[in-house]
């Protein structure tokens, strides 16, 4: 069975992306859903502003940044995403759109990690790629 929902920031370059690839495979842009969860880290005050930093900064907390969302808040956002996922994923087959930093974090989350055991390599999240991952039917104890 092929993909039958994506899931999509609500960030306009997420949803064309969204859209794009819903035409290449032939699916109707009525099952492209937006999970608010899955938009990018707020960066705060240097939001929107050039890249100045190393990769590796924006998967940190700084505490000088006015606004910038914490990891910890942007790991529980991701929680939050992936238990939404895994509910659509009980009837479709899912392909999620978004971005580096809070993807790094969801595949995090849907690795079973902590906050602490997510500390990043800025070589583990590239730009315009992806990752399969297979949730597993949970069991009673």
Sequence with gaps: MGITLIVSSPFLRAQQTAETIAGELSIDLA???????????SLGSVE????????????????????????????????VAIEKIKVLSKSNKILVTG????GY????????????ESTM????????????VNFEPTRPQ
């Design 31 to 41: 099952h492209i859903q937006i999970l608010d969860e899955l938009r990018e880290r």
């Design 121 to 132: 390599l800025s070589s583990e999240v590239a730009n315009a790629d992806y990752v399969v």
């Design 99 to 102: 971005h580096a930093i809070s």
């Design 105 to 116: 974090f969801l595949l995090q989350v849907a690795a079973g990690k902590t906050l602490e």
């Design 48 to 79: 929107g502003k050039p890249k100045e930093h190393d990769s590796s900064w924006y998967y940190e907390d700084h505490t000088t940044i006015e606004g910038l969302e914490t990891r910890q808040a942007l790991f529980n956002r991701m929680k």
